[in-house]
Nanobody, 122 residues
Framework: QVQLVESGGGLVQPGGSLRLSCAAS???????????MGWYRQAPGKQRELVAT???????NYGDSVKGRFTISRDNAKRTMYLQMNSLKPEDTAVYYC?????????????WGQGTQVTVSS
């Protein structure tokens, strides 16, 4: 069982920056590095969408709407993932969720955090 806790959300003006963190517990660092980690977001009245993912090999994948503005990273020793968000826009307003997923001996392992609110407004 993996527990994920997001932090770093808040209110920011358009053009500003925020850094989200996702701390994982309940697994060793060896197991943590096997997970594909990701950020997803959900705005009111909209479906949850991919923001970015990062593999165990540090390959990053971004949603089209955030390419060039957001950067995903991970520190396996700290069992923590980050999302640096720059040039924020009002349309980035959403609840941001952390996800950890992998395929293991028992099947698919898929965990979610509780979410952190990001509001971009003047």
């Amino acid at each position: 069982q993996v527990q994920l806790v997001e932090s770093g959300g808040g209110l920011v003006q358009p053009g500003g920056s925020l850094r989200l963190s996702c701390a994982a517990s309940g697994s060793s660092g060896t197991i943590f590095r096997l997970y594909v980690m990701g950020w997803y977001r959900q705005a009111p009245g909209k479906q949850r969408e991919l923001v970015a993912t990062i593999s165990s090999g540090l390959n990053a994948n971004y949603g089209d709407s955030v390419k060039g503005r957001f950067t995903i990273s991970r520190d396996n020793a700290k069992r923590t993932m980050y999302l640096q968000m720059n040039s924020l826009k009002p349309e980035d307003t959403a609840v941001y969720y952390c996800n950890a997923a992998r395929i293991g001996p028992g099947g698919k392992y898929d965990y979610w955090g509780q979410g952190t609110q990001v509001t971009v407004s003047s």
